[in-house]
C-alpha cells in the first residue's frame, strides 16, 4: 500500500547511520567486486538479474566507499531470469511490428475509491486509505499525454480490467496488496462496483485485481507502471517472483516498472510526474527517464526510501 512508511531492506534500517552502513555493506558486496566490469557512461544500461533474496535489493540506492549511489554511476534495470530477459525482448518487438511507436490510448488510473480489505485474514473489513498524493499524480500524468484520469468511483476493477487490453501505456495510482505466500493472489485495489445484486465470490473482494487474473489477460501496452505499494513483491521462488510483475510480462507487457516497498505517497507522485515528463517531453528511454527522476527526486528528498523503490523489469526501449 502506498503510505508515509518505507520498507524493504531500506526500512528494515534504522535511519541515519546504520541505513548507510547496510547500503555500503550490499554494496561491497555485490557491486565491488565487479565494478571494473561496469560501463562508464552512465547512460548505458546495467541488467541485474537478482537470485532468491536479492530480488528485494534496492539497487539504485547502493552505495559506494565515497558516498556515491549506484544510480548516480550507471542506468540500471532488472530482470527475473535470462529467460524471462528473452520474452520481454520479443514482446517489445512484436509490441513494435504492430503498433509502431506512435502513443495511443494511454490508460491513467489514480486514487480509486477504495475496496473494504481485512487487515489480516478472519478480521472484519476495514476500507483502505485515500490516497489525494496518487490522485495529483494521475491528473498530472493523463494532462501530459492529452486523456482524462479514471478517480474515484468511476474506477472499478471491471471498468479497468475493459480498458487494459487496448492501452498501450498503462499507469496504476493506487495500493498495492502483497501475498507473500501466494503471489498470483497479490491485487491491485480499485473501486467496488456497485450493484448488490453481483456479490462477489467467496474469498473474493470487491475491486481487487489480483494477479492471477492478470495473467489470463491479453495485453498489447509497451509499460506498465504500477505506482503502488510492494507491487515488485511476492512468492520468492528460484525463477524470480510470483506476483503481479512476472503477470504482466506473462500476459504480453514487455516493460514493467514497480515497487519494492511501502512507497510514500507525495515524494512517489512526484518521482512518477518527473519520469513522465524525461520520457515523453526529452524522449529519454524508459530506464533513462527512471534514473533521471530519482536524480531529481533525491535533491529534495535525500533518503533511499523516497526515491529508491521503484525498478525498471524488462526492456528499456
Known amino acids: 500500500m502506498r503510505s ?21 555493506k550490499l554494496h561491497q558486496l555485490l557491486i565491488k567486486p565487479i565494478a571494473n566490469l561496469l560501463p562508464k557512461d552512465p547512460n548505458n544500461r546495467i541488467i541485474f538479474i537478482p537470485q532468491s533474496g536479492l530480488f528485494l535489493v534496492p539497487f539504485p540506492a547502493l552505495k559506494d566507499e565515497n558516498g556515491k549511489f549506484l544510480i548516480e554511476k550507471h542506468t540500471i534495470l532488472t530482470a527475473p531470469s535470462i529467460q524471462v530477459l528473452d520474452l520481454t525482448h520479443k514482446e517489445k518487438q512484436h509490441e513494435q511490428m504492430l503498433h509502431g511507436t506512435s502513443v ?23 476500507q483502505l486509505p485515500s490516497l489525494p498524493g496518487a490522485e495529483l499524480e494521475a491528473k498530472d500524468i493523463a494532462q501530459q499525454f492529452n486523456t482524462q484520469a479514471i478517480i474515484g468511483k468511476q474506477a472499478t476493477k ?6 487494459m487490453p487496448s492501452a498501450r501505456i498503462i499507469h496504476f495510482a493506487t495500493h498495492g496488496i502483497l501475498d507473500d505466500y501466494r503471489g498470483l493472489v497479490s491485487s491491485l485495489a480499485f473501486a467496488p ?32 507502471v504500477l505506482s503502488a505499494c510492494d507491487t515488485g513483491r511476492g512468492r520468492i521462488t528460484g525463477d524470480g517472483v510470483i506476483g503481479l510483475s512476472r503477470s504482466f510480462i ?19 507522485a512526484s518521482l512518477m510526474t518527473q519520469f513522465y515528463t ?3 517531453q526529452y524522449r529519454m528511454d524508459k530506464a533513462q527517464a527512471l534514473r533521471q527522476a530519482m536524480l531529481t527526486i533525491m535533491k529534495k528528498h535525500p533518503n533511499p526510501r523516497d526515491w529508491a523503490a521503484f525498478t525498471l523489469i524488462g526492456e528499456s526501449e
Open 4 to 24: 508515509r512508511a518505507g520498507g524493504g531492506i531500506i526500512a528494515q534500517a534504522a535511519p541515519g547511520a546504520n541505513q548507510t552502513e547496510k547500503l555500503q
Open 104 to 126: 495511443q490510448n494511454v490508460l491513467v488510473v489514480g486514487n480509486p475509491t477504495m475496496p473494504f480489505v481485512p487487515p489480516s485474514p478472519g478480521e472484519a473489513p476495514q
Open 158 to 163: 471491471k471498468a479497468i480490467a475493459q480498458k
Open 193 to 224: 462496483e456497485p450493484s448488490p445484486n453481483s456479490p462477489p465470490k467467496p474469498g473474493e473482494i470487491n475491486g481487487l485485481l489480483t494477479a492471477e487474473e492478470i495473467l489470463d489477460m491479453k495485453l498489447q501496452a509497451e509499460l506498465v
Open 250 to 268: 506473462l500476459a504480453g507487457v514487455p516493460s514493467i516498472m514497480v515497487s519494492l516497498w511501502s512507497v510514500p505517497d507525495a515524494p512517489t
Open 278 to 280: 524525461n520520457f515523453k
